[in-house]
């Protein structure tokens, strides 16, 4: 019998996913995940909350230049850095450690890699690490106990699109998939409910790049992700094989000006929830946590 969640996206191989998340990338966080990162730290100037502590998941991958953008929004805020795989720890630190000659010391508070309060931060961040889960529901259960109440979450990943030339020329050459499969927005929405978030606003947009050869294409996906997918090639591929890839990218991905440059399409989804006050289902018998009773508590002395 199968011991895997049941809602568990099932293109997702978990032994290849965690392998994933333990490799640090190089030199420097992926490109596109800085870029995505910036375009979600401008949706922070539409929430009007202004968070005493927030927390970044895996900024590593996730991006040092979107961390520090975010440092610089909330600069009065404590902020800290939850690194879920013990072996990134030290090579986070060092990359966001800032000498002391640099401005960066000045430009907000540096992060601590001690726990977050008990009760949790007031944001967390999490930037394009939900399309890698083999779990995505645990983690994102996980993000809910890491977020206080009246906190709110910003997320950011991969949508279904994602790859669709590349996975679209391995169907039409009988290859196996080229990725695992992506998951859509409402999807999100849905787990987000699930795990006790409120009031989720998602959103997504297409982001095409391009390169002029395949080598430099597969190099830069290779920097982004690994294909995860339980039925993928399951040994090395062959020089035939690449060849034959390299040739069929300018024609079946080819950039939409002419120029002979390989095009891919990435769609971006963009997330954000909040969590609400703790409330007891009516029952004979209900089991609370002590921080949930705590918060009720608090909030029944204050009159909410």
Known sequence: MSTEPAHRPPTIDATAAARWARLAPEPASPWLHEEVGRRMEDRLQWIKAKPRHW?????????????ALVARRYRDAASFVIEPEAALV????????????????????????DAPPEEGVDLLWANMALHMASDPETLIGEWHRRVATDGFLMFSCFGPDTLME???????????????????MHDWG????????????????????TWPNAD????????????????RFPALRGKTWRSALADALPELAPAEDGSGQIALTFEIIYGHAFKPAPRVAVSIESA???REMREMLQRSRQGL
């Not at 849905?190 to 790049?209: N, T």
């Not at 190099?219 to 039925?231: D, F, Q, S, T, V």
Request: net charge positive; hydrophobic share 45%.
């Open 288 to 290: 609370v946590s002590l």
């Open 55 to 67: 927390a970044d998941w895996a900024p590593l991958r996730g991006g040092l230049e979107a961390h």
């Open 216 to 231: 430099a294409a597969l190099a830069e996906l290779r920097a982004l992700g690994r294909n995860l997918h339980p039925g």
């Open 90 to 113: 030290p090579p986070t630190g060092k990359a966001l450690a800032a000498p002391w000659w640099s401005a960066r010391r000045w430009q907000g508070s540096q992060p601590s890699f």
């Open 166 to 184: 590349l996975r679209a020329m391995h169907r039409r050459f009988g290859w196996p998939p080229a990725s695992h499969e992506f998951t859509d």
């Open 190 to 209: 849905d787990m987000l409910v699930g795990a006790g978030f409120a009031e989720p606003v998602m959103d997504m947009e297409r982001i095409v790049l």
